[in-house]
């Protein structure tokens, strides 16, 4: 009787602990393509708030005078560049659940087997290694010839270095057109279509 009763709390506690396993590890996160309905709202309120987070206490670096101001000027570009058709940019929209938690911009015109990341910006309340998974799944399936993704930060900024390195990003010897090299430096993230899990 007592060793039936062990038995019963042993597997009491094995579901207990596989449930919070599985809880840990399922993510809700959804990917999706920006389009020309989206009306940009959700993004550009994770934008502001990504980018406001990442440049509190740096502001006097950067040289601006009014960084909300800044940041909205940079997100409408952003904006009407991923609107405007055949110019190789895309609009990347990360959702856990029903809140958007991630907004991204990649241009791949220029290179052929890589694709080159312009904006990231991820809720700081979010579940950050979650989104990143998501984003590189979703982006080496969606461009089948894409086998790294690219992006330029400045040399200065250790905070967005750190960030790059811990999720897998290694500082490259190349240089992109119309970027000094003394200034800026290019963060690779490789990666197989094959080897991710669907």
Do not use: H
């Not at 101001?69 to 952003?78: T, Y």
């Not at 399936?141 to 993704?149: A, G, M, P, T, V």
């Amino acid at each position: 009787m007592i060793c039936r009763c062990k038995i019963l709390v042993l597997l009491a506690v094995i579901g207990f602990c596989s449930f919070f396993y599985y809880k840990s590890c399922r993510s809700d996160m959804s990917v999706k393509l920006i389009s020309n309905q989206t009306d940009f709202s959700e993004e550009k309120s994770t934008f502001l708030k990504a980018y406001s987070f990442l440049y509190s206490g740096i502001t006097d670096q950067l040289k601006m005078d009014d960084l909300q101001q800044a940041l909205n000027e940079r997100f409408e570009k952003e904006k009407e560049l991923i609107i405007e058709k055949d110019n190789g940019i895309v609009g990347v929209s990360v959702f856990d659940e029903e809140r958007n938690v991630a907004f991204f911009s990649f241009d791949n015109k220029e290179l052929e087997e890589s694709i080159r990341m312009r904006r990231c910006a991820i809720d700081p309340e979010s579940k950050i290694e979650d989104v990143v998974k998501n984003i590189k799944n979703f982006i080496f399936k969606k461009f089948e010839k894409i086998n790294s993704i690219k992006t330029i930060v400045l040399k200065s900024s250790n905070v967005e270095k750190r960030l790059l390195m811990k999720f897998g990003f290694k500082p490259i010897e190349t240089v992109f057109e119309d970027y000094d090299p003394e200034k800026y430096v290019v963060f690779e993230l490789r990666g197989s279509r094959a080897c991710i899990p669907g």
